[in-house]
Structures are given as structure tokens and as C-alpha cells.
């Protein structure tokens, strides 16, 4: 029994964790760098609820934040959850921090922080998996996914950039999202993975949702994500003009939504020339955000007391391969979990450490529909729904791509503000290359602003709860 998996992330070694806990012989992990994608480099937290009384309340959050383009079933299902799956992870040696943390859009402090570390948690749940998943023998190898090979709609391996062949009863994907692919970004996931998957056959979702941090510190070319439990500490937003201006925006101020903060970000930026994070208010802030502080002072600032200059940058893909509860996606055999998959937990938008959070969940269930499907072949797709587009797409590929230009061309027309103007010079420009090109068609389909996808020719929401997919075939 060999079940491959792709991606060395919190998702990727759960997965392997817990199918080698669950009794499979053969694990294999293959990633192109051990050390890369955004799990190492996560500084906040993990959504957790704190008790039973809490469960409602984080379903709650979660929904609101994600605009209800949720699905509520694998909302309650992940949140209900959450408390197993950081046992689990805790009984493997990880950490928590004894209190909790408040972060945007959370109505309680319920995030989990690392004891160690302060604002490392990447580090922290990655070192753990990583010592883990060699005690339980997972197999991990460097290489490079280039296709899925398929037969029947049947999963039946992997072949590796090299040429390699890897046999495998099925194929766990979980190689991150694609909000490297711009310009701006905290993160170097580039998608390749969700790509990969779109040509052996699978279906993708919600590529538009691109969810932006709004405050990436700035300095001398170098971008630092400045976690959103300094805002949740009390650090607040001020303008080139000295103005506190969040509640102009917002009633929650600092702790909106970060949608809702992203776009007040912007907006000053355009309008007076510069926006800062004042984190005077914070008490300790060198021992609470180490890795934050290092990063300041590199840069000549001191930690804590002088203005920290921000902007927003990409940040998170809500959108990949379409998969339910359990992982599932539409070819038999194959798998999406993490940040490369779309499950609908985060809606149109993601509330602030619900990620890792669905990346663990993720991880520690698809070893159950792996089963399933191993001993029965049992398979379900991910449900389209009523008011679902589906595009068939070419999924043609230009011999050579300037991904440069692409990235570029992204956080220019397809960022946080978009216009039909920009989508439309932009598909012009990002033909022949497949990911970034159908996040802009997206885009351009969804006429309305909803969560991250603002469109500022249709500012409202329509009020149709929809979901864009793309397949590979023949346009119609
Ligand atoms: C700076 C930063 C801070 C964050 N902080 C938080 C936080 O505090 N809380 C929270 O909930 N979320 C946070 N996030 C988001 C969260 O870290 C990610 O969503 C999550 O770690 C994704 O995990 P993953 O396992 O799905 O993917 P990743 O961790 O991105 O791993 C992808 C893996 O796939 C491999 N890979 C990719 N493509 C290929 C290929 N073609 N072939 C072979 N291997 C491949 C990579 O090498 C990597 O091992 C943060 C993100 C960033 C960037």
C-alpha cells in the first residue's frame, strides 16, 4: 500500500504522519526544498476553539469573515476538530503558549502561539512534524513534481521533473498556494502544484480569492510580514499625515477583517504617500515578536518604539484544487490538501489562523478517505453547486513564460483594487500561462466585490452565493 505525498508542509508531513500512525507501510514524501513553501515561515498562530462553549463562536467568525461563501459542513467539521488535532500535535512534543491570542476578525483570543519562539509557530509545528514523520518512518525525497499520471480517471503515480517514475496506489497534493506569482508577496508558492492537477484532470475553484496581509513591512527592498497579533497586541495604523485612521473604515478598526484592512492600507497609501505601524503601545514587543525585532533592527530601526513602514502584499491563496471535506478532488486517487486546495472552509476571505488550522485538519483526516478508497475504491467529488460556473479552459502552455512580467502584470490589474479595463489588458498579457491567466478570468467573471475580490466597477455584492471552476478541455 504506497501512498505518495507532494509537499514537505504542515499538510504534507501530517499527512504522512498519520497514514504511517494509521498502519500504511509505504510513505513516500517528495518535495523540491525541505525547507521551502509558507509553513516554516507561519509567526502567528493556530485558530483553536478554547472550549465547547467556543465552538459556535469560531464557526461563527469563520463564516462572517468568509462573506457565507463557506461551506458550513466543512466548517463545523474542521472547527469541531481543532481541539483533537492540536492534542494530537501536542502529545508529539509541540508547545503551546499558556494563553491564547486575539486576532483580527476572532470574536475571543483563541489563537495558539508557540511557547518557544513567540512569533516563530512555523518553526515550531515544523520541527515537530519533521523529527515525527523520520521516527515513523516516512520516506522524504527531493525532487520535483511534473505530472500526474493517470489511467481509467485512476490515480497510478507521479513522474518527477528528472523523468522519474514514482508507482503510488494514490497521490496526497500538497504544494501550497500561488500568492508567490506576485509581485508583492510574503510567501514563494507559485502554484505549480495546482497546475499540475488541472492537467491530469481536476477541477479548480475560486481562483480569484487572493487574500492580501496589510502590513508587510517595507525596508530597503526587503518585505518582513508583520503578524497580525501585533495589531491584536494593540500596534495601530497611522498615515503619512499622522492620522489613526482605521476607524474611518471601520468600527472593529485594527481588527477587521483583512480585507477590510488591506483595502484601508492601500487607500492611505495612494492618498497621503505612506502608512506605519505604531507599536508603542505594546509592552515587551522584543520578547513577544523576536523574530519581528531581528528583522527591524537589521534594518536600523529599534524594535518597539520607532514607525514601522508598511504596505499589503499577497499573502494567501483561498482558491486551488477543488476538493471536499476529506480532501477528495475529481480524479480517483487524487488528493489536495493545505493551501493548495479548495475545501470552501475560508469562503471569500480567510480569517487569521484558520489556515494552519485547516492545513493540521486536513493533514490528520485524508488518511480515512485514503482508506476508504484503498480497500473499496469509495470515492466522492467535490459537489458543484447550484449556481456554480464551470469554464472549460485550454490548458495550452507557452514554450517560454517571463514571470517577471507575469508577476508584474498580476499585482498591477489583478491586486487588491481590480476594473474590467485592467482584467482585460491583463488576460492580453498573461496568455500561455495557464495559473496566473485564469485567476485573472476569474476575476473578470465575478462582477461583483465580495471578501478579497474587490472590483471597483461593482463595488456591491450580488447576493448570489456562487463558486468559479476551471477545468482543462475544449473552450465552449
Ligand atoms: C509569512 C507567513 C506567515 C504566516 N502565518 C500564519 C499564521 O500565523 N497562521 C496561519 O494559520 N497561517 C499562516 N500563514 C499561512 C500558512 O503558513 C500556510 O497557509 C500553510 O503553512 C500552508 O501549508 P501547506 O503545507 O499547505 O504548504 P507549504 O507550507 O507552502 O508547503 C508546500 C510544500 O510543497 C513543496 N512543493 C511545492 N511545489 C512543488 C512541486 N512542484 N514539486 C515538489 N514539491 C513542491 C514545497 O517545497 C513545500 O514543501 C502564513 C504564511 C506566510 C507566508
Not at 508577496?185 to 475553484?205: F, P
Not at 505601524?277 to 518604539?305: C, M, N, Q, T
Request: glycine share 12%.
Amino acid at each position: 500500500m504506497r501512498l505518495v505525498i507532494v509537499g514537505s508542509g504542515i499538510a504534507g508531513l501530517s499527512a504522512a504522519i498519520r497514514a504511517r500512525e494509521g498502519g500504511v507501510d509505504d510513505v513516500v514524501v517528495i518535495t523540491r526544498d525541505r525547507h521551502g513553501g509558507s509553513s516554516w515561515r507561519a509567526q502567528g498562530g493556530i485558530a483553536v476553539p478554547i472550549d465547547d462553549s467556543d465552538v459556535k463562536a469560531h464557526v461563527n467568525d469563520t463564516l462572517v469573515a468568509g462573506r457565507y461563501l463557506n461551506d458550513e459542513g466543512v466548517v463545523w467539521s474542521y472547527i469541531g476538530l481543532a481541539r483533537d488535532v492540536l492534542n494530537w500535535l501536542i502529545r508529539h512534543g509541540f508547545e503551546p503558549c499558556r494563553g491564547r491570542s486575539l486576532e483580527g476578525g476572532h470574536s475571543r483570543a483563541r489563537v495558539v502561539r508557540a511557547r518557544i519562539g513567540g512569533d516563530r509557530i512555523g518553526e515550531a509545528v515544523m520541527s515537530v512534524l519533521t523529527r515525527v514523520s523520520e521516527e515513523v518512518g516516512a520516506q522524504v525525497i527531493e525532487g520535483r513534481l511534473d505530472s500526474i499520471e493517470v489511467n481509467n480517471n485512476r490515480v497510478v503515480g507521479i513522474t518527477l521533473d528528472d523523468g522519474d517514475f514514482i508507482k503510488a496506489d494514490a497521490v496526497v497534493l500538497a504544494t501550497g498556494g500561488y500568492a508567490g506569482l506576485y509581485l508583492y508577496s510574503t510567501n514563494d508558492g507559485d502554484g505549480s502544484g495546482i497546475e499540475t492537477a488541472m492537467r491530469a484532470g481536476a477541477l479548480v475553484r475560486d481562483l480569484e480569492f487572493v487574500q492580501f496581509h496589510p502590513t508587510v513591512a517595507m525596508l530597503n527592498g526587503d518585505l518582513f510580514l508583520i503578524s497580525e497579533a501585533v495589531r491584536g497586541e494593540g500596534a495601530r495604523l497611522v498615515n503619512k499625515d499622522g492620522e489613526y485612521f482605521m476607524r474611518r473604515y471601520d468600527e472593529r478598526a485594527e481588527l477587521a477583517p483583512r480585507d477590510v484592512v488591506s483595502r484601508a492600507v492601500y487607500n492611505e497609501l495612494v492618498r497621503t504617500g505612506g502608512v506605519y505601524l505604531d507599536v508603542s503601545p505594546i509592552k515587551d514587543f522584543e520578547e513577544k515578536f523576536p523574530a519581528i525585532s531581528s528583522f527591524l533592527r537589521a534594518h536600523g530601526l529599534r524594535p518597539g518604539k520607532d514607525l514601522i513602514p508598511v504596505v499589503p502584499a499577497a499573502h494567501y491563496a483561498i482558491g486551488g484544487i477543488a476538493v471536499d471535506a476529506l480532501g477528495r478532488t475529481s480524479v480517483r486517487g487524487l488528493f489536495a490538501i493545505g493551501e493548495a486546495s479548495s475545501s470552501l472552509f475560508h469562503g471569500a476571505n480567510r480569517l487569521a489562523s484558520n489556515s494552519l488550522l485547516e492545513a493540521l485538519v486536513q493533514g490528520y483526516l485524508v488518511i480515512r478517505a485514503f482508506k476508504a478508497y484503498y480497500s473499496g475504491g469509495a470515492w466522492r467529488y467535490p459537489v458543484i453547486g447550484r449556481y456554480d460556473v464551470v469554464v472549460h479552459t485550454r490548458c495550452r502552455l507557452a514554450s517560454y513564460v517571463d514571470m517577471g512580467r507575469v508577476r508584474d502584470v498580476l499585482w498591477r490589474y489583478v491586486g487588491i483594487v481590480r476594473s474590467e479595463d485592467g482584467l482585460r489588458r491583463a488576460i492580453d498579457e498573461l496568455e500561455g500561462s495557464l495559473l496566473p491567466s485564469l485567476i485573472t478570468k476569474a476575476a473578470m467573471i465575478r462582477r461583483e466585490s465580495v471578501g478579497v475580490h474587490y472590483r471597483v466597477d461593482y463595488p456591491s455584492w450580488s447576493g448570489t452565493k456562487f463558486h468559479i471552476l476551471f477545468r482543462c478541455g475544449d473552450e465552449a
